[in-house]
């Protein structure tokens, strides 16, 4: 079965590889006979260029319709009646916080992310971090961390009428909060696997490659405040104010690769936490906290497209330049009048 399975798509892919090879050699040889017949001053250049032109539009064309065309339109109705707004959805965004939310009746699609910041994402390829936690832990039923994750409503089915209804979770321990205590463990694997009966409201799990970054022993004050100001993707602000030094979890996915920490503007290293989560030890105090999307990557691209445009600019104020001398030295003298 295998095996006729394997022969069926290599002819079915040698099929399509010869179909759009002898297509584009019958292309490219009717762009060469129009070369030459240019080249050979049969037929006027502009005619050459105005025939390639058009070969390149049938051929766009051609490629084109294959994944667009009539029988793939849909009309703005159809497109957006899969994200319509149910009942749950209408009663969820009249809270106006910070939240996520968990639809249980179609947990493996991106609906729910269409209308609100969902536990499931909307897109399947997901980081591994958070991956690991959704397949061990929050498919699994752990509701501590769904707590963890600040899941304030859950969609599920009213059994009495099988209408999609929200339901308020009052465990969902908000943006960030204040632990009592620290537990360190080995490996990744013991960290996952400490999660199963965590408590997250009172206890952080931090791997102990990860404790050079702890540089507060947190004490516990029941005074002590930590609430969120803003979330706008790439930058996300805090303000703390405690009486002890604390230990911050928030309830965001931990990223080295982009995503920095600042403690009243002095950057500071974000500690993994709770296998997917971001942590910072804080001193005693009020304090401002940021989180900003700045990676390397973007940053380092961003500096050589400013180069590249600015070469560009030159070289073409300099091309401007010669052609306006060239024409001042061919047009100098032309135009006096002389005597006799």
Same mark, same amino acid.
């Given at each position: 079965?295998?095996?006729?399975?394997?022969?069926?798509?290599?002819?079915?892919?040698?099929?399509?590889?010869?179909?759009? *090879?002898?297509?584009?050699?019958?292309?490219?040889?009717?762009?060469?006979?129009?070369?030459?017949?240019?080249?050979?001053?049969?037929?006027?250049?502009?005619?050459?260029?105005?025939?390639?032109?058009?070969?390149? +539009?049938?051929?766009? %064309?051609?490629?084109?319709?294959?994944?667009? !065309?009539?029988?793939?339109?849909?009309?703005?109705?159809?497109?957006?009646?899969?994200?319509?707004?149910?009942?749950?959805?209408?009663? %969820?965004?009249?809270?106006?916080?910070?939240?996520?939310?968990?639809?249980?009746?179609?947990?493996?699609?991106?609906?729910?992310?269409?209308?609100?910041? @969902?536990?499931?994402?909307?897109?399947?390829? /997901?980081? !591994?971090?958070?991956?690991?936690?959704?397949?061990?832990?929050?498919?699994?039923?752990?509701?501590?961390?769904?707590?963890?994750?600040?899941?304030?409503?859950?969609?599920?089915? #009213?059994?009495?009428?099988? $209408?999609?209804?929200?339901?308020?979770?009052?465990?969902?321990?908000?943006?960030?909060? +204040?632990? /009592?205590?620290?537990?360190?463990?080995?490996?990744?694997?013991?960290?996952?696997?400490?999660? =199963?009966?965590?408590?997250?409201?009172? =206890?952080?799990?931090?791997?102990?490659?990860?404790?050079?970054?702890?540089?507060? =022993?947190?004490?516990?004050? @029941?005074?002590?405040?930590? $609430?969120?100001?803003?979330?706008?993707?790439?930058? %996300?602000? *805090?303000? @703390?104010?405690?009486? =002890? #030094?604390?230990?911050?979890? &928030?309830?965001?996915?931990? *990223?080295?690769?982009?995503?920095?920490?600042?403690?009243?503007?002095?950057?500071?290293?974000?500690?993994?936490?709770? *296998?997917?989560?971001?942590?910072?030890?804080?001193?005693?105090?009020?304090?401002?906290?940021? &989180?900003? &999307?700045?990676?390397? @990557?973007?940053?380092?691209?961003?500096?050589?497209?400013?180069?590249?445009? %600015?070469?560009?600019?030159?070289?073409?104020?300099?091309?401007?330049?010669?052609?306006?001398?060239?024409?001042?030295?061919?047009?100098?003298?032309?135009?006096?009048?002389?005597?006799?």
């Amino acid at each position: 079965m295998s095996s006729s399975l394997t022969s069926s798509v290599k002819a079915d892919r040698q099929a399509l590889y010869l179909a759009d *090879y002898g297509r584009s050699v019958l292309f490219v040889l009717i762009a060469a006979a129009l070369v030459f017949l240019a080249a050979t001053a049969r037929i006027k250049p502009l005619h050459a260029a105005i025939g390639i032109t058009i070969l390149s +539009f049938v051929d766009l %064309i051609g490629i084109d319709s294959r994944y667009l !065309s009539k029988e793939n339109f849909v009309t703005e109705e159809d497109l957006m009646a899969p994200f319509a707004a149910n009942a749950a959805d209408i009663q %969820i965004k009249q809270d106006t916080s910070y939240y996520r939310v968990f639809d249980q009746t179609d947990p493996q699609t991106a609906r729910s992310s269409y209308h609100h910041n @969902s536990v499931t994402g909307y897109h399947p390829a /997901k980081l !591994s971090l958070y991956d690991d936690l959704l397949q061990k832990q929050l498919f699994g039923g752990n509701m501590n961390m769904f707590n963890m994750l600040n899941t304030k409503y859950f969609i599920v089915q #009213n059994p009495q009428n099988g $209408q999609p209804v929200a339901q308020t979770n009052p465990g969902a321990l908000g943006a960030a909060w +204040f632990v /009592k205590t620290i537990r360190y463990v080995n490996s990744a694997d013991e960290e996952m696997a400490a999660l =199963t009966d965590l408590n997250p409201k009172d =206890t952080v799990l931090i791997d102990k490659r990860e404790q050079p970054k702890v540089s507060v =022993t947190p004490q516990y004050d @029941s005074a002590a405040t930590i $609430q969120l100001v803003f979330n706008r993707n790439d930058v %996300i602000q *805090y303000n @703390s104010n405690a009486s =002890t #030094n604390q230990f911050a979890v &928030f309830s965001e996915i931990y *990223y080295p690769r982009g995503w920095k920490a600042y403690i009243d503007g002095k950057e500071t290293e974000i500690v993994k936490v709770d *296998y997917a989560l971001r942590g910072l030890p804080l001193p005693a105090g009020k304090h401002v906290i940021d &989180f900003k &999307f700045v990676p390397e @990557s973007f940053l380092l691209g961003d500096k050589i497209g400013l180069v590249f445009g %600015i070469i560009s600019f030159l070289l073409l104020f300099v091309c401007l330049w010669l052609l306006w001398k060239d024409y001042r030295s061919n047009n100098s003298g032309t135009g006096g009048y002389t005597g006799t």
